[in-house]
């Protein structure tokens, strides 16, 4: 996307989650009305000194103003996950959603054959791990306490614990992990 499209949209959202009409905002920012419009609506380029002024008159970082608009629906297709596995190969893990600077989570998708195990020492502070079975019987054991879960079933648990994961049905455990990263 050109920086005159990212700068339009990221001008508009920001200048209406204040509430602010272009005549305010020129106020606060010492930028014309015109020049404003002219922004929002993608049909110029301004000065780094306009940004500034722009993004002083926001009360917000300029780089803000530049950031990268995601777009409103991405695809992950399954072919295009990474695919990490343990050491003898029993536990899989496809990660569809990294953490980034606008994502505090990831997810993926969690592949344990019947009567394996996964164990970790724990997360940093103030992770959270949400697990929701799709297929196949877990047991999850979080510090010392244990958990059955079914097909449809969820849990939710303060991941800097020590934790494990029980694939115990016949068949594959699939699950989908969400690790949750609080602000």
């Known amino acids: ?9 990221n001008l508009k959202r920001l200048r209406t989650e204040r509430n602010l009409s272009l005549g305010q905002l020129s106020q606060l920012s010492d930028v014309s009305k015109v020049m404003l419009a002219q922004l929002e609506k993608g049909e ?4 780094i000194n306009t940004l500034w002024k722009i993004a002083n008159g926001l009360k917000v970082p300029y780089t803000l103003l530049l950031e990268q608009i995601e777009p409103t629906a991405a695809i992950v297709r399954s ?7 343990d ?32 164990y970790s020492v724990g997360h940093s502070e103030r992770v959270q791990e949400y697990i929701l079975v799709l297929e196949g019987k877990m047991k999850v054991v979080v510090d010392e306490d244990s958990y059955i879960l079914s097909p449809k079933d969820a849990i939710q648990f303060d991941a800097s614990l020590p934790h494990a994961y029980f694939s115990i049905g016949d068949t ?3 699950v989908v992990l969400t690790i949750y990263y609080a602000l």
């Open 1 to 9: 996307m050109n920086p005159s499209k990212i700068i339009a949209i």
């Open 44 to 47: 110029t380029n301004p000065t």
């Open 79 to 85: 072919k295009d996950t990474l695919k990490q596995l």
């Open 87 to 118: 050491e003898d190969g029993h536990y899989r893990l496809f990660c569809y959603y990294s953490n980034t600077p606008s994502r505090n989570f990831e997810q993926f998708l969690v592949e344990l054959d019947a009567g394996h195990s996964h």
């Open 172 to 174: 594959t455990l699939k």
